[in-house]
């Protein structure tokens, strides 16, 4: 699985790793074997690791890189949400599991919620739709 890493930034984006709005935390994402906080979230910090998950927490100095250095983001319809409608893992037709936008399944069915967890924090939501 991914490093997550969650950060409240807006650009400045790194390839190869999943990042998480902290605004929005409600619960770790799978079991990951690392994930990186930047800024002081001390609730996050306690669920990781009381799950046994490596938590590194870093200032936003020490994280954002200058500007410039990566390419503008993709638009991308899978990720492009009303305020409001972040995707999250949550129970849908059937009682089956989905990564869902408002009332919008964005990816599954997936037979648990622990393998909806595990696509969400590997990113299977912000994959482009193929045509």
Avoid: C
């Avoid at 999943?18 to 994402?29: C, D, H, K, T």
């Avoid at 991308?76 to 009332?103: C, F, L, M, Q």
């Amino acid at each position: 699985m991914a490093t997550i890493v969650y950060s409240a930034q807006e650009s400045g984006f790194l390839p190869g790793f999943v990042y998480r709005n902290p605004n929005y935390f409600s619960a770790p994402l799978g079991k990951p074997e690392k994930i990186i906080i930047v800024g002081n979230w001390p609730h996050i910090r306690a669920a990781y690791e009381a799950i046994g998950t490596e938590v590194e927490t870093v200032s936003a100095a020490e994280w954002l890189r200058a500007e410039g250095e990566l390419p503008p983001p993709v638009p991308n319809n899978k990720t492009d949400h009303e305020p409001g409608d972040a995707p999250r893992v949550g129970k849908g037709p059937g009682g089956r599991w989905y990564i869902r936008s408002g009332n919008k399944n964005l990816t599954g069915p997936y037979d648990t919620e622990d393998a909806a967890n595990d696509a969400f924090a590997a990113g299977a939501h912000l994959t482009p739709e193929e045509d």
